[in-house]
């Protein structure tokens, strides 16, 4: 079992920084990938969009089209943490945004693969 808390998330106006960060329990943090997925804001009971995955090692690294550029995902495993450095926010952005973990190396873009979810953080991005 894995437990996952998000933290970071706010009010930022647009063209602004903010980094979520995922602190992961357990002491095999590095067997997991891990991604960072959001909420469709037109959807809210649909399944969560794809942002950014990170492999165990952190060697690999997977974005949406949508934050490539802006978006950094990292890891620290001695911390058991994985980030999500975001810049350049536009309005767009304002959602739930949840941690997700999954017990393989390689990461995955589709909710599916994951077996294991944090309770989401609010992201507001204001005009």
């Known amino acids: 079992q894995v437990q996952l808390v998000e933290s970071g998330g706010g009010l930022v106006q647009a063209g602004g920084s903010l980094r979520l960060s995922c602190a992961a329990s357990?002491?095999?943090?590095?067997?997991?990938?891990m991604g960072w997925f959001r909420q469709a804001p037109s959807a809210p009971g649909k399944e969560r969009q794809f942002v950014a995955a990170i492999s165990g090692s952190g060697s690999t690294t997977n974005y949406s089209d949508d934050v490539k550029g802006r978006f950094t995902i990292s890891r620290d495993n001695a911390k058991n943490t994985v980030y999500l450095q975001m810049n350049n926010l536009k309005p767009e952005d304002t959602t739930v945004y949840y941690c997700a973990a999954r017990p393989a190396r390689l990461p995955m873009t589709k909710s599916y693969a994951y077996d294991y979810w944090g309770q989401g953080t609010q992201v507001t991005v204001s005009s």
């Open positions: 357990g002491r095999t943090f590095n067997t997991y990938a």
